[in-house]
């Protein structure tokens, strides 16, 4: 594949010494304005990478809290489509800051997946995480992605040994997604020394970035994981965040962008941190 934003975007802060900040927002959360006001507000928060959820029915992998706000995406309209019309209004005003749709191949099937892909790159989407689908099946989805330039992120587990590695990883690009804890979305914190091991066996086997998600949640705990890892992902603290913020019918308030903007500002400086702590 041809050099991508995201690729570009891991160089940047492999060159300033320090990981990249990838957060996670679910699409149309609480609903689509504030949502689009989120995603336009990240990069200047400090977001290097943005992470964005499709949202789905039936979200296996997802935690408590990244299921609601699928829930109230659902709920408030978004679909596929709308949640490419994001990405391609965030793209009226930004063309660098690298976009990650993550999400299930159900719908992508659905829609049709050569379909669904030319009008994921006409919008500006730079990556895809579809977490059910394996590299078996890379012929459904990854391959036709990485044709279109389209990076196709792959997800390694504790439970991926040594054997499975070589298969998860082949095909992948942009970076590799280290799932730090056993388990869903925002349900246990990481074991910092365990997942420093794990990065190290990983880049034993590939020369992409790592990055690690599942269970990071403060400053702290970016800045601890980020002397490892070439990325920090953060979801759940996020959208917890935005749920803080909602009135008791869960509909947005003055208060929900600049929760989430004072949140990631605090991790942006855990991963900076990161660097200094690395020195």
């Given at each position: 594949m041809t050099e991508s934003r995201i690729t570009r975007?891991?160089?940047?802060?492999?060159a300033a010494g320090r990981p990249a900040l990838v957060t996670f927002v679910t699409a149309g959360d609480p609903d689509y304005d504030t949502s689009l006001a989120i995603l336009k507000a990240l990069p200047g928060a400090g977001a290097d990478v943005i992470e964005m959820g499709m949202?789905?029915?039936?979200?296996?992998?997802?935690?408590?809290?990244?299921?609601?706000?699928?829930?109230?995406?659902?709920?408030?309209?978004?679909?596929?489509?709308?949640?490419?019309?994001?990405?391609?209004?965030?793209?009226?005003t930004d063309q660098t800051t690298?976009?990650?749709?993550?999400?299930?191949?159900?719908?992508?099937?659905?829609?049709?997946?050569?379909?669904?892909?030319?009008?994921?790159?006409?919008?500006?989407?730079?990556?895809?995480?579809i977490v059910d689908l394996p590299p078996e099946a890379d012929d459904?989805?990854?391959?036709?992605?990485?044709?279109?330039?389209?990076n196709f992120i792959r997800l390694a587990t504790p439970t991926t040994d040594d054997r499975r590695l070589?298969?998860?990883?082949?095909?992948?690009?942009?970076?590799?997604?280290?799932?730090?804890?056993?388990?869903?979305?925002g349900t246990a914190s990481p074991d910092a020394v365990r997942v420093g091991g794990a990065v190290e066996r990983i880049k034993r086997h590939t020369g992409l970035p790592v990055a690690v998600g599942f269970g990071v949640k403060t400053a702290e705990q970016a800045q601890r994981i980020g002397q490892d890892a070439d990325g920090v992902v953060v979801g759940s603290a996020i959208v917890s965040a935005i749920k803080g913020s909602l009135d008791a019918e869960d509909r947005a308030t003055g208060a929900t962008v600049p929760a989430v903007e004072a949140l990631v500002g605090e991790l942006a400086a855990g991963v900076r941190a990161a660097k200094r702590s690395a020195a």
């Amino acid at each position: 594949m041809t050099e991508s934003r995201i690729t570009r975007r891991f160089a940047e802060t492999a060159a300033a010494g320090r990981p990249a900040l990838v957060t996670f927002v679910t699409a149309g959360d609480p609903d689509y304005d504030t949502s689009l006001a989120i995603l336009k507000a990240l990069p200047g928060a400090g977001a290097d990478v943005i992470e964005m959820g499709m949202p789905f029915s039936d979200p296996m992998a997802d935690g408590p809290a990244i299921q609601a706000s699928g829930l109230r995406a659902l709920k408030a309209g978004q679909t596929m489509v709308r949640t490419l019309a994001m990405v391609r209004a965030f793209r009226e005003t930004d063309q660098t800051t690298p976009i990650v749709l993550m999400g299930y191949y159900n719908p992508i099937y659905s829609w049709g997946p050569e379909a669904f892909l030319d009008a994921a790159k006409a919008a500006g989407v730079d990556g895809l995480i579809i977490v059910d689908l394996p590299p078996e099946a890379d012929d459904e989805l990854c391959l036709p992605a990485m044709a279109r330039g389209i990076n196709f992120i792959r997800l390694a587990t504790p439970t991926t040994d040594d054997r499975r590695l070589p298969a998860v990883l082949t095909n992948t690009s942009g970076f590799v997604y280290y799932v730090s804890i056993n388990g869903i979305t925002g349900t246990a914190s990481p074991d910092a020394v365990r997942v420093g091991g794990a990065v190290e066996r990983i880049k034993r086997h590939t020369g992409l970035p790592v990055a690690v998600g599942f269970g990071v949640k403060t400053a702290e705990q970016a800045q601890r994981i980020g002397q490892d890892a070439d990325g920090v992902v953060v979801g759940s603290a996020i959208v917890s965040a935005i749920k803080g913020s909602l009135d008791a019918e869960d509909r947005a308030t003055g208060a929900t962008v600049p929760a989430v903007e004072a949140l990631v500002g605090e991790l942006a400086a855990g991963v900076r941190a990161a660097k200094r702590s690395a020195a």
